[in-house]
Each structure stands twice: as C-alpha cells, then as structure tokens.
C-alpha cells in the first residue's frame, strides 16, 4: 500500500472525511508552493473544522424541519418599508438566542413573517443553535395528544431543548381553553431558559379572543414579552403583489379581507 493511501485509511479512522480525500491534492499543492509543514497542517485542519461544521448545519436544519428553505438575502426590504432592515439584521447575530428571549413577528397574512421567520431559524442553524420550526396548530395537537397519553411532561421537556423554538401562525385559530392551558405551561417551562420567536397575524390586544380567555392570554403575554422585541410588520400581501406585477388582475380585486388595514400597534410596556 502506498503511504498515501495508509495515510488516508488512518484519517478515515479518524473521520477526517473531507480532507483524505483531498489529501492528494492538498499535498501536491504544497510542493509546488513550497508550504512550510505547519501551513499544510493549519490548511488541512480548517479544511476539516469547516467541513465538520457545515455537516453539523446541515444535521440542525433537517431537525428543525422548516417548512422551507428561504435566507434574509431572498428578502426584499424595498418590498417591506415598515421594516427595519437593521433590526432584523440584529436578530440574525442571534444574541436573542444566546440571551434566551423572545421576538413576535405581528401583521396581515403574506407579508413575510414566515420567510423571516425561516431565515431567522437558518441562522440560527448556522450559528450552532437547536431550534425547531413548528406551526401552533401541530404544537397544540402534539401536546394534547401527550396530555392525553400520559406524557405531557415528557413532551413539555422535550419542547424545551431546542434553544430557539419558532411557533408559526397564531391565532388563525381559535385555541380552546385546555389547549390555551396546554400551551401556557410551555411557555412558562420556556421563558428565560430559551427563545421563542412567534408569528401571529393578530395584534397582541386580539389574543383574549385567540385563546378564549382574557386571562391566559396575559399570562402567556407576561411571560412572552418580558424580554422581547416585537416587530410590526404592514402593507400588502407579499403573494398578491407580484401577482399584480405579472399582470394577472387589476388592483382593486386583489384585496384581500385579511389583506386591509394593518392591526393597530400594540404599546408595550
Ligand atoms: P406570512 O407568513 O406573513 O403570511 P410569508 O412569509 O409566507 O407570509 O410570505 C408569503 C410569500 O411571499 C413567501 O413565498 C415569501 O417568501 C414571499 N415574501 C413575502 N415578503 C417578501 C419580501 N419582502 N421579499 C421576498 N419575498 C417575500
Ligand atoms: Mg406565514
């Protein structure tokens, strides 16, 4: 066996997958540049550290099952002026993960909260966070279905690792009172241990009606907004837009009835 090829099974060994199979190349290029050892070395392993991270990426982002694949590149803020695009780079360094707080996306349907939301949990992917994309109403089917086996904490503990969970599409529906109950106990097991970044197209002042008791809903907004940063999102419906723009129908059908005026801003203490 050539010595490459020895060297190469025993990086295999040692799961340094990427580099032994540029190792042949690596160490061609090294001669003819003349590379000190210690420059082949560093060259190889950030090579592999890199790739090992990036394996690592993409193991998170399958396990947060997202319902797509969309980045903050793909966002057109000139589409969204009711946006700061400088807030939302902040929420991309992700130090309201590291920090365990909350963010709440709020506006009428089809203005990007989801695709924000997505590019949000990609980042966080990247950065090496847990996070976990789930829409409210699985979330409450899941913890009903636990309560109802026996197995509410179990599921509750498990709800808790991923340090970013992303709730999408509160408050389409109604959330009856045992789910409300239900979906309380999460945020509270959740609050300053991990970040929860939600979406809703109700302003904060229609949740009592959301989860059908005025009560709860305050002590799901207690907790949720102590440490958070809520962004208001406007206008019109991303969807319809570029429908408009291709031609397909005049200006006036395209409204939509969720599609009038934005909710009221929400003043938050
Ligand atoms: P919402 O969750 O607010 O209902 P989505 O995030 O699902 O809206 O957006 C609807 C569609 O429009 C998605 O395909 C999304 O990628 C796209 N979209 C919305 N706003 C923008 C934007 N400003 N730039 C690019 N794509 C956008
Ligand atoms: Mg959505």
């Keep these: 066996m050539r010595q490459i090829e020895r060297i190469q099974e025993l990086m295999g060994r040692l799961k340094l997958v990427r580099t032994s199979v540029e190792l042949p190349g ?8 003349e590379l000190a050892y210690s420059d082949l070395l560093e060259e190889l392993f950030t090579r592999e550290t890199a790739a090992k991270s ?4 993409a193991m998170r982002t399958v396990l947060a099952r997202f319902p797509f694949h969309k980045s903050l590149e793909s966002f057109d803020f000139t589409q969204q002026p009711s946006l700061d695009p ?10 309201f993960i590291a920090n365990a707080e909350n963010v709440l996306f709020l506006g009428p349907p ?5 695709h924000l939301a997505v590019a949000l949990g990609l980042a966080a992917c ?4 847990r996070t976990a994309f789930v829409t409210a109403s699985s979330l409450i089917a899941t913890l009903l279905k636990a309560q109802n086996e026996g197995r509410l904490e179990e599921r509750l503990k498990l709800l808790t690792q991923p340090r970013l969970l992303i709730i999408d599409e509160i ?3 109604p959330i009856d009172r045992i789910s409300a109950n239900l979906f309380f106990q999460l945020v509270s097991r959740r609050y300053e241990r991990g970040a929860v970044l939600i979406t809703s197209n109700q302003s904060l002042s229609g949740w009592g009606e959301v989860f059908g008791d005025r009560l709860i809903a305050t002590a799901i907004l207690d907790r949720l907004l102590h440490h958070s940063t809520i962004v208001n999102i406007k206008g019109d419906s991303y969807r319809l837009k570029e429908k408009r723009r291709a ?3 005049g200006r006036a059908e395209t409204r939509a009835p969720q599609d009038g005026p934005a909710p009221p801003e929400v003043a938050v203490g």
């Design 26 to 33: 690596l160490l061609e290029e090294a001669s003819k540049k």
């Design 54 to 57: 990036e394996r690592h990426t």
């Design 86 to 95: 400088k807030l939302i780079k902040e929420l991309s360094t992700c130090r």
């Design 110 to 114: 089809g203005v990007g909260k989801t």
């Design 126 to 129: 990247a950065q090496g966070y």
């Design 171 to 173: 408050g389409y529906l």
């Design 247 to 249: 031609g397909l129908f």
